[in-house]
């Protein structure tokens, strides 16, 4: 039976420094708003420009859509937290945006393992990209993608969301991590933080080891073949990828390897303000600035219109 005596969780923020935090909700609006702009356009380009019906920005939309749920499910909360300096969200809202926040993030680091493995088949297998890579295996993928990230977060989740909370209810963040939380169960949480390790091992550094693998033959690959032109298209073609996933993955290392001179807890709120706003926010430009084709897309479109 569930014993739970908190109603809602105070959300301690960034700072009690009220010029400070203006300036905070300030920063965090404009990247937010840049954010959400910059992934529905690729949204919108990739959905109408004929060009880019391809099995890699299928994929990619599907990145930019984890990521505009992804920021959605954070930022707007802590935006009117600090607009109102009410800082207290409801049990039901705090399981709803851990839960969320979990399974998206979950899903974007399979979709990149996904986008890897499209990146080595059209590398390594060009002739029989397109019949590998049919509209089937790729919808499969994607939802594979998708339920895997649910599967992965739900069995913690349902157990986390049981736990009795019946002692603080202040959390030092500016969202519900699952960290926190689990800080704030009034029973012994061992076994479930031991769970909680094996999945984020697993989903971080498997998927990671596909993206390691895919690109080690991706790179073995493009050495071998002749021409110094043929090189560099072939590399250009995933050079994109390779930066979002590495940007991607580094942060999210650096949430496990904390150094011992940095207090923990703002370590942490500043990698999550990085994970959660400024790496969704890098995937448009780095895949807009970088990317040939996305570049002439949106010339056609902008032609056009005009």
């Known amino acids: 039976m569930n014993t739970t005596a908190v109603r809602d969780f105070i959300l301690l923020g960034f700072t009690n420094n009220p010029q400070l935090e203006i300036f905070l909700f300030l920063l965090l609006f404009g990247i937010y708003l840049l954010t959400l702009m910059g992934n529905i356009l690729i949204v919108v380009i990739t959905l109408v420009n004929r060009q880019l019906c391809t099995p890699m920005y299928f994929f990619l939309r599907h990145v930019a859509f984890v990521d505009i749920g992804y920021t959605t499910v954070l930022i707007p909360k802590t935006l009117a937290n600090m607009a109102t300096g009410r800082k207290s969200i409801t049990l039901t809202g705090c399981f709803m945006q851990c839960f969320l926040h979990f399974v998206l ?21 060009p002739f029989h990209y397109s019949t590998i890579m049919s509209d089937w295996l790729c919808s499969l993928l994607v939802f594979g993608s998708w339920f895997g990230g649910l599967l992965l977060i739900m069995g913690p989740a349902i157990v986390l969301f049981q736990m009795p909370f019946c002692g603080p209810n202040t959390i030092n963040h500016f969202f519900c991590d699952n960290g926190p939380l689990i800080k704030l169960i009034c029973i012994d949480t ?35 073949i002749p021409s110094k032109t043929g090189r560099q298209k072939a590399f250009s073609t ?6 979002v996933v590495s940007i991607t ?45 996305v570049q002439d897309a949106w010339y056609a479109v902008f032609r056009k219109n005009l």
């Open 105 to 125: 993030g979950t899903t974007e680091l399979l979709l990149w393992a996904v986008m890897s493995i499209d990146r080595y088949v059209a590398i390594c297998n």
């Open 238 to 243: 995933c050079a994109s990828h390779i930066t």
């Open 249 to 293: 993955y580094s942060s999210c290392i650096f949430m496990y390897i904390k150094p011992k001179s940095t207090s923990e807890l703002s370590y942490s709120k500043a990698v999550a303000v990085f994970n959660t706003l400024v790496a969704p926010l890098l995937v448009p430009f780095i895949y807009c600035l970088r990317n040939k084709q």
């Open 190 to 224: 061992t076994l479930l933080e031991f769970v909680d390790f094996l999945i984020a091992m697993f989903s971080l550094l498997g998927t990671l080891t596909i993206n390691v693998v895919s690109y080690v033959k991706i790179i073995s690959t493009i050495m071998r």
